[in-house]
């Protein structure tokens, strides 16, 4: 069984899904730790709540040796609202996963978070979005994408209505991967990922 760390920095709403799936058994794996950089997050209290380590840590170095004493084998960044360095990259390579509430490599990057995503995306007016869990790299929202799921975009929708439906595909996918990491399933060749389900 794998050792899991889930960093956040709100609701926690991902991470709940990944506890969830923990819990009924469907993902093999076990969280050792949640942190975030925002001492009020309801994540941390969600965590608290399943009886799983809560941690308030803003000092990445910090965040780092925390993740490494708990021997962690998988970092999930579930609403992580900062940009982790390329110290941290390097020391979980290909070991990070993140979910974006779009379709990469659209509407992403610096400054897309949240509801600004889905914010851009009805702006654009864009017929499709999305989400996306990917490995992360050196660059905000660029590493190598594990998978993707689509919602429509309404004609009526604003942000609020389409990141409601987006959410919901999001506690379908991060859990997906998470269970299919802990199996083994996932492989990462340059910029491809590949799953044997």
Do not use: W
Not at 109 to 133: C, I, L, M, W
């Amino acid at each position: 069984m794998l050792n899991i760390g889930v960093l956040v920095s709100g609701g926690g709403s991902n991470l709940q899904a990944i506890i969830d799936g923990c819990e009924s058994g469907e993902i093999k794996g076990n969280i050792k730790v949640v942190i975030s950089n925002k001492e009020d997050a309801f994540g941390l209290e969600r965590a608290r709540k399943h009886n799983i380590k809560a941690v308030f840590e803003k000092n990445e170095d910090e965040v780092i040796k925390i993740l490494k004493e708990e021997n962690v084998d998988l970092v999930v960044l579930a609403g992580y609202l900062k940009i982790i360095s390329p110290k941290f990259v390097s020391e979980f390579e290909n070991k990070i996963m993140n979910i974006h509430p779009s379709l990469i490599p659209s509407f992403c990057g610096d400054g897309f978070y949240g509801e600004k995503v889905h914010q851009a995306v009805v702006d654009y007016g864009a017929k499709v979005s999305g989400a996306t869990v990917h490995f992360v790299n050196e660059e905000a929202d660029a590493g190598p994408i594990i998978m993707q799921d689509t919602v429509k975009v309404m004609d009526d929708d604003d942000a609020k209505m389409l990141a409601k439906r987006v959410l919901e595909v999001e506690h379908t996918i991060l859990p997906k991967c998470v269970k299919l990491f802990c199996e083994g399933k996932i492989s990462v060749e340059g910029r491809k990922v590949k799953v044997s389900e």
